[in-house]
């Protein structure tokens, strides 16, 4: 399915682990994105991320989907792997549909949450979420040219 509305609106999925970072995200994308254009998917981890990307992309109401997560080393299991997982998904999921599937998931090598380390993702995060949203922009008007 196409996109096909005179307005685009877009998804944006965030992960509920590490809220307090992984939200500052989506204010950046609303900064360049109005929020009437955006709905807004709640899913409980990165992992859960590409398959809600997949639904909602095929869809056909979504000009672009954009994803965002915080991926740290929680002790238990090797985070790169979980984080490579998700990145292949989400791309996996916008080849497939043909939806631009946008990932906003930091893995950083070395985090500890201290208020110094959760003020510097936080801030990270809003830039992050306006590249999402500026890429999602100019995927959309691309693409448009080339229908």
């Known amino acids: 399915m196409t996109h096909t509305l005179t307005t685009p609106r877009f998804a944006f999925i965030k992960a509920g682990w590490h809220a307090d970072i992984v939200d500052r995200a989506l204010e950046g ?16 981890g ?11 992309a095929t869809t056909g109401r979504y000009a672009a989907v954009a994803c965002a997560a915080f991926v740290v080393d929680g002790g238990i299991y090797r985070h790169d792997f979980v984080a490579q997982a998700v990145v292949d998904g989400l791309m996996r999921a916008g080849l497939d549909t043909g939806v631009p599937v946008l990932s906003v998931s930091l893995t950083p090598h070395h ?34 040219a080339l229908a």
């Not at 993702?121 to 500026?134: C, D, L, S």
């Open 111 to 144: 985090y500890q949450e201290t208020d110094h380390h959760n003020a510097i993702y936080r801030a990270h995060f809003v830039q992050k979420g306006r590249e999402a949203a500026n890429a999602a922009l100019k995927i959309t008007e691309a693409r448009k």
């Open 46 to 56: 990165a992992f859960e991320m590409p398959l809600m990307a997949r639904d909602l």
């Open 29 to 44: 994308f609303l900064e360049l994105i109005p929020a009437e254009q955006v709905d807004v998917f709640e899913v409980p």
